[in-house]
Each structure stands twice: as structure tokens, then as C-alpha cells.
């Protein structure tokens, strides 16, 4: 199961991004926010980066409109591995060489078409396993 969240600013794309994941049979919980009213990227980006870090998602997607300050509060989160991405490469590389967890996108930056491509680069790339990336996330962990 992967969660998802946005703010106001990425409440149009998270739609999107979520119905493109159910389509494809990939179940999500939606962790809000629920219309276009404004409100705090705090809370949301929280709320996906705990379900992720408790085991209840495997996965999660975070979006606001520069997706900078919902990664930067699911980063807060122990466990969790962030990264904003705006291309393909990055969420394939994000994947390989640091296994994050939690996906973030800005809706102001990238379009439909090519969050649907980061999205299914993050979810089907797995961790590449390699022993000097585990010793790197390894260090990471421990600041």
C-alpha cells in the first residue's frame, strides 16, 4: 500500500497521482488533504512519512506545490528517506542508491504526464542491495 498527502497546492495532482495508482491495481491511503481549502504542509507531510515508518505503507508520496516543505516535514519522521524528485532519473536513482521510502513532487514543477513516469519509476525500482549504499543509509540512520 503506498500513502499519499499534499497540501492545497498539490491537492489536484495528489488526485490524479492516486486514481492513476488505483487504476493500476495499487491500493493507497489517502492521508488528505480532502479539497482545495488552504491549509498546513506540516500535518500532511507527517501523516504519510508515519504511515510509512509505523509499516502500514510500504511506500509514500508527498506532494505540495514545490514539493520542498512537505519532503522536508516527512524527513523529520525517523525511518523515513524523502526525496523530492522532478524527473525520472532521480526517483530511479533515489530508489537504487538511497531506498527512500517516501516520494515527493511539486505540482508547480512537474505536469500529469510526467509524475505518472516518477511514480512508476519509484514504485518498480527496488533498492539495488549494494553493501556501500546500505553503509551510507546506514549512516544516515544513525545521525
Do not use: W
Request: hydrophobic share 40%.
Amino acid at each position: 500500500m503506498i500513502a499519499i498527502g499534499c497540501d492545497h497546492g498539490g491537492f489536484e495532482l495528489k488526485e490524479k497521482v492516486k486514481n492513476y495508482l488505483e487504476g493500476k491495481g495499487i491500493a493507497v491511503a489517502d492521508k488528505g488533504c480532502y479539497n482545495k481549502d488552504s491549509v498546513d504542509y506540516p500535518a500532511f507531510g507527517h501523516a504519510v512519512a508515519k504511515a510509512v515508518a509505523n509499516g502500514e505503507c510500504e511506500k509514500g508520496i508527498v506532494i505540495c506545490t514545490t514539493g520542498i516543505g512537505i519532503s522536508i516535514s516527512a524527513n523529520k519522521v525517523p525511518g523515513v528517506r524523502c526525496a523530492l524528485c522532478a524527473d525520472s532519473f532521480s526517483a530511479k536513482m533515489t530508489r537504487l542508491h538511497n531506498d527512500a521510502n517516501v516520494l515527493a513532487m511539486g505540482a508547480g514543477i512537474v505536469g500529469e504526464n510526467l509524475a505518472y513516469e516518477i511514480v512508476d519509476t519509484f514504485v518498480n525500482t527496488e533498492f539495488s542491495n549494494e553493501a556501500r549504499h546500505q553503509r551510507r543509509i546506514d549512516l544516515i540512520e544513525q545521525i
